[in-house]
């Protein structure tokens, strides 16, 4: 089990070697083939590729001098607010239509229509509304972590075994105990299971919001860059921000495994 | 009539049965808007005294969980009286608890947070209903296992955890769907004996599901045969005249055999009809 870990991450590592190797060869070695062009030239041109050595260097600069905290904590923040907003509506709204179908028939349209919107046209809008702080930034994460919430809380409840529910009123439940017993943990595992989902999308809406219109976060950071040219920087922003991710990711990993312990493993394919 | 079945009505009369069903009929909805409801089960009479364990057997699909909702209140009649205790039943059977055919452990709790739960809900202080669960897991065998979620248990095991959920609040009445159904004949005999054990202990009314007639002769006071549906009825009983406590080698007992070659000879004409109905049904689909 250790060694296949080992192995496996010695392995991701190799790709990570291998596709920066090869970007550091494309960049930085200057061909000289007259048949394809008279004057030498490089693979990947450092103007419009830059070189890992450099990306790297000017993230290390970044982080030591301190400057990308402050758009880190912005960005961390937005996102944090998009999915606690979203998720919260999410689970009370899907509860809610779960249990009332009536309301579930009369909405059934405009959730569709809402949910079929493609999000970036609403940020302009919410950057009117909310200016150009943070608010508007969770606003657009918002739209896009309730649907997916929303969606699987509705289902959790409205898909929990019938068996299991006549069980639990033939234990004597009442409608109360039935909420908490039965349809609250079933909506839980339903959410959780989107939780991936959810935070990468609370995410996606704070950088974009950020690049198209603020004055801080990562999504500021590889706006300002690309502005000027500066490719370096762009490439810079996007390996901070997939840093970022990958920790997120496995803060909610972690989360997961401890909250959804019932549950049998995954089969895997080994 | 004979002298036992007077024996019966004199008992029904000077205590009310657990369970007793008049003329019962249950019908379905049509599927197809407008088309006539489909009659599961009809003409249902049946007593069951109080402390007594009835078997009913039946071909695959005759109604026979059908039956059981409608005692345990899940499904109304449409017509015919369901009386529990001699009261007519409204609502959901409070005096039964029922084992489903189903899986129906909570699978977000372990074991004994499953068993617990019948507990929990009346308001038993957590740690009192927390012990009382662990005795009963004892009971069913499962000490060992009270921290396990369902998925790492077997069907077995499984079965055994809802027999204690279910006998931890005492209900006056058993309901049993096919308990044993999906396990092996070993375990099948081994938890057999467990129910008759705890059974003998503290006399519940059972009613107890199954289409293994060996068990049913094996387990209960008196055996009840349903016909092929639709519209299936009650078409015979037999009494078990066999002493308890009885254990797995009663099933070596002639008086075994004689009553298994009766019950068998009814049963068999209405198995090949239901086997025949549902491949006609099959092929008219
Ligand atoms: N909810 C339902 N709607 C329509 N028909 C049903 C429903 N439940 C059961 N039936 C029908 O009623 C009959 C009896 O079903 P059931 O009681 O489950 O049989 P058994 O438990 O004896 O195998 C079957 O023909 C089945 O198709
Ligand atoms: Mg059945």
Redesign the interface.
Known sequence: MTRNRWSLLALQLLVAVVLIGLWHVGATVKWNLPSLSAKPFYVLDPFFFSTPGAVFARTWADFYSGAIWYHLGITLLETLLAFFIGAAGGVLIGFWFARKAVLAAVFDPYVKMANALPRVVLAPIFALWLGLGIWSKVALGVTLVFFIVFFNVYQGVKEVSPTLLANARMLGMSERQLMRHVFWPSALTWMFSSLHTAVGFALVGAVVGEYLGSAAGLGYRIHQAEGVFDVTGVFSGMLVLSIFVILIDTLVSAIEKRLLVWRPAPATAQ | MSPVVNAIRTQADAAPCAVSLEGVRIAFPNAKPGGAPFIAVDQASLDIADGEFVAIVGPTGCGKSTLLNAT?G?LTPAFGRVSIFGEPLSG???K???L?Q?????????AVENVA??LD??GTPKDEARAEARKWLARVGLSAFADR???MLSGGQRKRVGLA??LI?HPKILLMDEPFGPLDAQTRQIMGNLLLDLWSADRKAVLFVTHDLEEAIALADRVVIMGAGPAARIIGEWRVPIPRPRDIDVRLDPVFHQLHREIWAALKEEVVKGYKQSESAEQGA
């Open positions: 345990a899940l959901l059977n409070r039964a608890g029922y489903f189903a899986e129906a452990l909570f699978p977000w709790k372990t739960i019948g809900i009346v979620y369902p998925h959920q279910v609040r």
